[in-house]
């Protein structure tokens, strides 16, 4: 199957100050403030010194705003349903205005989590440290599922997304209620996440279910003693796609797994198809190309990748384009090849050029199976 290359959707609406205007709608619970860290080595029980640190939006929903925005030049696309607390949730919410972010925050008591990655540049190793996600209030939750129906009521939006783990406090059953709200069949129903996720699949109402390979073992195990103590190397991935999507009336489930094949199941059209991702660090050079930007040629002469977040801008350019009429097959390709080039920004997540992706959607062959 030969690529396909789409362009960006012109025509976005502008900003009206109102903050949602009806394309996506993503239920992003759990942000962070994402520290990455970049070391010339590390030694464990030691002092290690960074040599290069950035702070930036983390959080599988933001992560999404953050790589639609990076290819479509603006966030106007999607709104954020979030919640902050504390010293660090003011923080966010400081950088999400400072980008044009268009945000719905619902305030917690405690503080909001922090994330802190390492690269090693001597081994390519990344280390990521999540902190403590504050437990939410009783009243925090349900203010959430009032706000998240509020938004669905007032104007249909075309995707609901929901994206991420979700804060102690927040229950699954919340986010089922939230999801079986939405108007009639006329909102696409995105998820990416799958700790405590029964309700939500439960609820016949999902769309697309965008996870990794580890998750879609994880899904099953909970209902089929077969997966139980298996590893995604000892499965069949493309079966399990299908049987996710067959149980739980999901028409597409698409499934990652690193570097290596990619694999999504259609369920109305009773196929699955694989995807070979490249070499990125085989083709390091070619994939980086002439591109100046500062954030791909580090002043290193290491070659790094970060994958922190390339699961989210996989599921932010797969959705964006599935809203832009794309089939699903192109649009996971797309969306895969974007993840990939995220991979070549070793400081954030979820950012990525568009010449890279380009040139790795070229190399990424589909098959049947």
């Given at each position: 199957?030969?690529?396909v ?27 962070s403030l ?49 919640i ?9 919410q ?7 972010y268009?945000?719905?925050t ?45 938004l ?8 609901l997304a929901?994206c ?11 986010m ?18 799958v700790?405590?996720?029964q ?6 109402c ?5 996870i ?23 499965i ?15 028409d597409?489930?698409?499934v ?16 699955c ?8 660090l ?7 190309g ?6 791909i ?28 009429g ?9 969306g ?28 990424i062959?589909?098959t049947?199976?």
């Amino acid at each position: 199957m030969s690529p396909v290359l789409s362009k960006p959707m012109t025509g976005v609406n502008e900003s009206d100050n109102v903050p949602y205007d009806g394309n996506i709608l993503c239920l992003a619970p759990n942000p962070s403030l994402q520290i990455t860290i970049q070391f010339d080595g590390i030694s464990i029980g030691e002092v290690n010194r960074g040599i290069c640190q950035t702070n930036s939006l983390g959080g599988k929903g933001q992560n999404l705003a953050t790589a639609i925005k990076q290819y479509y030049g603006n966030p106007d696309r999607v709104t954020l349903l979030q919640i902050l607390g504390g010293s660090i949730g003011n923080q966010i919410q400081a950088m999400e205005d400072e980008v044009g972010y268009k945000c719905a925050t619902v305030w917690n008591t405690l503080p909001t989590r922090t994330s802190i990655t390492c690269l090693n540049i001597q081994t390519g190793e990344m280390t990521e440290m999540v902190g403590v996600s504050g437990t939410i209030d009783k009243s925090v939750e349900l203010e959430y599922e009032q706000r998240a129906i509020e938004l669905l009521q007032k104007q249909t939006p075309r995707a609901l997304a929901l994206c991420g783990t979700f804060p102690p406090g927040l229950h699954a059953t919340t986010m089922a209620n939230i999801i079986k709200a939405r108007v009639a069949q006329k909102t696409l129903v995105f998820v990416d996440a799958v700790k405590d996720i029964q309700p939500v699949l439960a609820t016949g109402c999902i769309n697309i279910l965008k996870i990794n390979s580890i998750e879609v073992v994880s899904i099953l195990a909970e209902v089929d003693s077969a997966y139980q103590n298996h590893q995604p190397r000892d499965i069949d991935l493309a079966k399990a796609a299908a049987a996710v999507g067959t149980l739980y009336n999901i028409d597409i489930v698409a499934v990652t797994d690193g570097p290596s094949t990619a694999y999504l199941a259609d369920r109305k059209q009773n196929m699955c198809y694989g995807f070979s991702i490249p070499d990125l660090l085989k083709q390091y050079a070619h994939f980086i190309g002439e591109t100046k930007q500062s954030e791909i040629k580090e002043k290193t002469e290491h070659q790094l990748l970060n994958p922190l977040g390339a699961g989210d801008t996989c599921s932010a350019i797969m959705l964006s384009f599935l809203l832009d009429g794309i089939p699903a097959v192109e649009a996971f390709a797309q969306g895969l090849a974007a993840a990939s080039a995220s991979c070549l920004m070793s400081t954030t997540n979820s950012k990525f050029d568009h010449n890279a992706m380009e040139r790795i959607r070229k190399q990424i062959f589909i098959t049947e199976h």
